[in-house]
C-alpha cells in the first residue's frame, strides 16, 4: 500500500499582530514530525513517504506528482486543525480513497472532523491501530472492530470503540522510520542554542490531571512507558545528533522507571545531552534521580510553573504549590541543569498580575521562561469550565498566545503588556 503522512504547515493565526501590529509573541520551534515517524515505524509492509509542511511549505504539489497514494494520513495539533481538515479536502477531491486523521486534536475533540472529506478518524495512541486499520483496508475488509478507530458518518453520530491502552500500544520493538525525513533533518535546530535536536519518546501520556492540559487524549489518561534498552536504540539511531529532547509529556511520571533508564543511559555512555520534561514536586522528592540524570546528560528540563501562588495552582488542578516550585529551582541551579520554565498568564490578569510575574522573572535563576496564554482546549477539564465564556471559536488562535475568553483589561492593553512580559524575559534569558 503507498501512504503518505502529512505534518501540516505553521498555520496558527495571531490577534496581537492582526490587530494591533505586535509580533513580539511568536515562539515557534520547528520539531520533526515523531508521531508520524513512529506509524511509519510500524508500517514496514508498506511504501510510506513523509511530508512535512513545516520544514517545505510548497511541497504538496511535489509530493501529489509522485503519484496518488492509497492512503494519506494527517497529524495535528488544535490550531492546525481547520487546515487539516482543508488539506483532507483536497486530497479527497484529488482522488485519494483513503483520508485518514489523527493526532492530539483528533483524540481530544473527533467530532470536528466527521466530515465527508474524512474517512477515518484516529483517536489517542495510533502505531497500533493505524497499523490495524491499514491492514484492514488492503485486505478489503470494514474496520469497525479496530479499538480506537472512527469511520466517519457526515451528519450523524461518530461511533468507535475505546482502546484500552497498555503497553504493547506504544510497540516499542518496531524504531521511528527517522530515514524518512532525512532530507529534513537541518530544518530541525533550536536556533536560540545553535543546535539541531532530534526527538525521542520515552512515555506517554501523564499521571496528573491539570485542568488545562489535554495530553489525556493520547492514552485515555493512563501513563505508559518503553523498556530502557530500546529507548537507547532510538537514541542511537540519532547517531550524529547532539542534542535528544525527550519529547514525553513526563519523563519523570514513574521515577522508579526513569531511574533505570537514566542508568541504562549513562552506562551506555551515549555522549549526547538531553532535555526533558519534569514537574517541580518530582525534582524536590527526587533528587538523587536529578543527580543521577544530570551524569547521563541531562542539559535542561522543562517545568510547567504555570503560575506564582498557591490558589491559582489549585485552581488549575496543578495538584503542586508555589514553595515547591522555588525549592526545585534551587536543585536544578545547584546541579547546573538548565531551567525552562513554563508560565501561563490569564485573561484575567489585571496589569498588577503582569507587573508581579515580571518582577519575578528578572529577579529568578529560571533560564528561559516560556509563557503563554491561558487557553481552553477542547477536550480540557478547562475547556468544559469555560464552554460558556469563549468568544472566539476559530481553532486558528488556539495558539497558546491568543486569548479566546475575554480579557479583564482593554484588550490591545492585555497584549501590549503580554508582549513586553515575552520580550522582556528572552531578554533577561540565560542561555
Not at 472512527?150 to 527517522?178: F, I, N
Not at 496543578?318 to 534551587?330: D, L, S, T
Request: hydrophobic share 40%; proline share 5%; aromatic share 6%.
Amino acid at each position: 500500500m503507498q501512504i503518505l503522512l502529512i505534518n501540516p504547515p505553521n498555520c496558527g493565526r495571531s490577534i496581537p499582530e492582526e490587530r494591533y501590529g505586535i509580533t513580539s509573541v511568536r515562539q515557534i520551534f520547528r520539531g520533526e514530525p515523531l508521531a508520524l515517524e513512529e506509524l511509519a515505524g510500524n508500517l514496514t509492509a508498506h511504501d510510506v513517504r513523509i511530508l512535512d509542511l513545516k520544514a517545505e511549505p510548497d511541497g504538496l504539489d511535489r509530493a501529489l506528482n509522485q503519484g496518488l497514494p492509497d492512503l494519506v494520513g494527517l497529524t495535528g495539533v488544535t490550531c492546525e486543525a481547520n487546515t487539516v481538515r482543508r488539506l483532507a479536502g483536497e486530497f479527497k477531491a484529488a482522488g485519494v480513497k483513503n483520508v485518514v486523521v489523527g493526532g492530539i486534536h483528533a483524540s481530544n475533540d473527533p467530532a470536528f472532523f466527521n466530515h465527508e472529506e474524512i474517512d477515518y478518524i484516529c483517536i489517542g495512541l495510533g502505531k497500533l491501530s493505524f497499523r490495524e486499520l491499514v491492514e484492514a483496508l488492503e485486505q478489503g475488509r470494514q474496520p469497525a472492530d479496530i479499538p480506537g478507530i472512527a469511520k466517519t458518518s457526515p451528519g450523524g453520530q461518530l461511533q468507535w470503540l475505546e482502546r484500552d491502552y497498555r503497553e504493547d500500544d506504544l510497540v516499542s520493538h518496531r524504531p521511528p522510520a527517522y530515514q524518512l525525513v532525512a532530507s529534513y533533518r537541518d530544518h530541525y535546530r533550536l536556533e536560540r542554542l545553535k543546535v539541531t535536536m532530534g526527538f525521542v519518546v520515552s512515555a506517554a501520556g501523564c499521571p496528573h490531571r491539570c485542568s488545562f492540559c489535554c495530553i489525556k487524549g493520547q492514552c485515555g489518561g493512563r501513563y505508559l512507558t518503553r523498556p530502557e534498552q530500546e529507548v537507547i536504540r532510538d537514541i542511537e539511531l540519532l547517531a550524529d545528533i547532539p542534542v535528544i529532547r525527550l519529547i514525553d509529556a513526563n519523563t519523570f511520571g514513574n521515577p522508579e522507571q526513569a531511574r533505570r533508564l537514566g542508568e541504562a543511559i549513562r552506562a551506555a555512555r551515549l555522549n549526547k545531552q538531553f532535555l526533558a520534561d519534569v514537574r517541580s514536586d518530582t525534582v524536590v522528592n527526587h533528587p538523587e534521580l536529578m543527580q543521577l540524570w544530570r551524569e547521563a546528560g541531562l542539559r535542561a528540563v522543562i517545568i510547567g510553573f504555570e503560575e506564582l501562588d498557591d490558589r491559582r495552582l489549585t485552581a488549575m488542578n496543578k495538584a503542586n504549590r508555589a514553595a515547591i516550585n522555588r525549592e526545585a529551582v534551587g536543585v536544578l541551579q545547584e546541579l547546573g541543569i538548565t531551567i525552562v520554565g513554563d508560565f501561563i498568564v490569564s485573561p484575567g490578569y489585571h496589569e498588577e498580575d503582569f507587573q508581579r510575574l515580571s518582577d519575578y522573572l528578572a529577579a529568578s535563576r529560571i533560564d528561559l521562561p516560556i509563557i503563554t496564554v491561558l487557553t481552553p482546549l477542547p477536550g480540557t477539564a478547562y475547556h468544559r469550565q469555560q464552554r460558556n465564556e469563549i468568544i472566539n471559536h476559530d481553532l486558528d488562535y488556539y495558539t497558546l498566545t491568543n486569548a479566546v475568553t475575554p480579557t479583564r483589561l482593554a484588550e490591545e492593553e492585555f497584549y501590549r503588556l503580554y508582549a513586553e512580559l515575552v520580550r522582556n524575559s528572552h531578554q533577561q534569558a540565560k542561555l
